[in-house]
């Protein structure tokens, strides 16, 4: 909760200073951005990619649905689409395999915002069965099958044990 207050206090004092000065201010949706940065647990700030984290922000807490494709619910390679669709203009496969396969393969300490992060959860790792979009600080969104869209670390026990590469498509 204080987090959360603080990034709301800091996105207050920047529209208050913006408002006072000479400069014009870059074009964001302040309040958009404020309510994404306390949605997804992360500081955005002017350097980010906003039309990423916005977007991402508000399939926060869709239901995952296997094959969905909507805020009715949406599997995790559909989530990827999306998003992919909306703020990059890229046309994904549409399994989390195919996914893989298009990428330039990325380790994780080269990850970029925007970059897929892909998992397995079959013993052999063979099986790429899982795909989400790295947002920073080791933060990426996804759709989990047991709790829908959210984000998580990359540093949790469970993904770290099941990571298998991140990837590049533009």
């Given at each position: ?93 549409r ?15 080269q ?37 829908g ?22």
């Amino acid at each position: 909760m204080k987090n959360t207050l603080f990034y709301l206090t800091a996105f207050i004092s920047i529209l208050v200073g913006l408002s006072s000065c000479r400069t014009a201010a870059p074009s964001y949706n302040y309040q958009a951005l404020a309510r994404s940065s306390i949605k997804l647990g992360i500081d955005i700030n002017q350097e980010d990619n906003h039309k990423l984290y916005t977007n991402a922000a508000n399939w926060v807490g869709t239901p995952h649905r296997i094959g969905g494709n909507s805020k009715n619910g949406i599997d995790c390679s559909g989530l990827t689409c999306q998003l992919y669709k909306t703020v990059y203009k890229i046309e994904l496969p549409r399994s989390s395999k195919a996914q893989l396969d298009i990428c330039k393969k990325v380790s994780k300490n080269q990850l970029r915002e925007g970059d897929l992060v892909f998992f397995s959860t079959d013993r052999s790792k063979k099986t790429i069965n899982h795909v989400g979009i790295y947002l920073k600080n080791g933060k990426f969104v996804h759709a989990s099958s047991s709790q829908g869209v959210r984000v998580n670390s990359l540093n949790e026990p469970y993904y770290l044990s099941n990571w298998i590469s991140g990837g590049r498509t533009r």
